[in-house]
């Protein structure tokens, strides 16, 4: 009996805590699955709230919030101002002379939004100061704008002609052996930054070594003229594409000119084509008959990706003496290197570009070509006898190459 007695109180006692579970333990739906977290979890779980704040330093300002620079960002900035004689352009070798035709972008300035006190035109930013006009210095002290950089003459700058000795030291110095550190003049010439990277080389040494290759080494004289107009410095050594510039004996890079850096490399506008569908003084027939024949011709010359051309010209006007037609290989080269190169040849010799199909250059001398007028006067030639001579000969012979006259006096 006691055992009984024992067992239905057990039962009592099972079933009376069944009907006294609190109502967050009984499950919301019929399903058996349901389950809901006790709230004693649930308080637990939860973070405290911040009864007080932590009060701020006294004395101190806040720290403004973080900001990253940004190049666009001009506030209380002015626009920088040079006052560098000529005009910025992206290329000062690879200039045409010829009117562009259209553009193919807005007009933005490459420098920059505000940052420079010129107009950008879509080609160049022209100088406001008419005063000066030459980097030379040769204007008189009270036509120079206020502030003008360049308050010495570009001859005081060089100071007295270097001697050979001192000539040779320097080109020692400068050669590929004795340093590595060379400014390298690609495709694209004489760019606006470069100019500013031959004055960073002058603050550490005297002279520059220029390394040039490519489009620009067809017009060398080209290439030595606008490095000593731009940069104001000499030229005191060149073998073929190898150039020293010379930066003066009283140069002070403290006084070197203010150079606003281009930021993006500019689209080229649109210019005429170089090749016309039609010769001028030819019919369709004969403009293509031409263009056959001349494809068909032997190669004048191979012409490499970045080489140096020097004497390119001198052997087109040899190869016009005995032919009319020239061609010149040029595959592997990218099809703006060689349009370049026969824009500048078309200039340089002159000639008449016939094509540029399958990566050749085609050039015809013309009809009335003045190379065979010349041949014989060419053949008759003595070296000159002085300097007057030699710019008589000069300006009656405009077409026959330098290379038939003196050595001596050549410029």
Not at 308 to 328: G, P, S, T, W
């Amino acid at each position: 009996m006691a055992t009984i007695a024992r067992q239905l109180r057990h039962t009592r006692r099972h079933f009376s805590s069944e009907a006294t579970l609190s109502s967050f333990d009984k499950p919301q739906s019929s399903n058996k699955y349901s389950w809901r977290t006790p709230r004693f979890i649930e308080s637990e779980g939860q973070s405290p709230k911040p009864q007080w704040k932590m009060p701020a330093p006294s004395g101190k300002k806040q720290k403004p919030p973080y900001k990253p620079p940004s190049s666009l960002d001009r506030s209380g900035k002015t626009a920088l101002h040079s006052e560098l004689p000529f005009d910025f352009q992206f290329s000062y070798t690879e200039t045409t002379k010829f009117v562009p035709l259209g553009f193919r972008e807005p007009k933005f300035s490459p420098f920059g939004p505000g940052r420079l006190d010129r107009e950008w035109t879509g080609w160049s930013a022209p100088t406001k100061s008419t005063a000066v006009t030459s980097i030379d210095g040769n204007e008189e002290a009270s036509q120079q704008p206020k502030g003008y950089i360049h308050s010495k003459s570009r001859y005081e700058v060089l100071g007295e002609p270097l001697t050979q000795e001192e000539i040779q030291v320097l080109v020692d110095k400068n050669r590929r052996q004795s340093t590595k550190r060379q400014v390298n003049l690609g495709r694209d010439g004489l760019t606006h930054n470069m100019l500013n990277d031959i004055h960073n080389y002058w603050i550490r040494a005297p002279a520059v070594r220029i390394k040039c290759m490519g489009v620009p080494t067809v017009d060398m004289r080209n290439v030595r003229f606008q490095l000593e107009d731009k940069t104001g410095g000499k030229v005191i050594y060149q073998n073929y594409g190898t150039i020293i510039l010379y930066r003066g004996r009283n140069y002070n890079p403290k006084d070197r000119p203010v150079i606003p850096l281009m930021l993006w490399k500019p689209h080229e506008p649109v210019y005429p084509r170089l090749i016309k569908t039609t010769i001028d003084g030819l019919t369709i027939e004969e403009t293509t008959e031409l263009r056959k024949r001349g494809l068909k011709t032997p190669a004048l010359k191979k012409l490499g990706k970045n080489g140096v051309y020097c004497d390119l010209v001198r052997m087109v006007h040899e190869a016009f003496k005995q032919n009319e037609l020239v061609r010149i290989d040029c595959k592997g080269l990218p099809t703006s290197d060689y349009k370049k190169i026969g824009a500048k040849l078309r200039d340089l010799v002159p000639c008449i570009l016939v094509t540029f199909d399958h990566e050749q250059i085609v050039i015809w001398r013309g009809k009335n070509s003045r190379f065979e007028k010349h041949e014989e006067a060419c053949k008759t030639f003595v070296p000159c006898l002085d300097r007057t001579n030699f710019l008589m000969l000069v300006e009656k012979f405009p077409l026959v190459p330098l290379e038939y006259f003196s050595n001596e006096f050549l410029p």
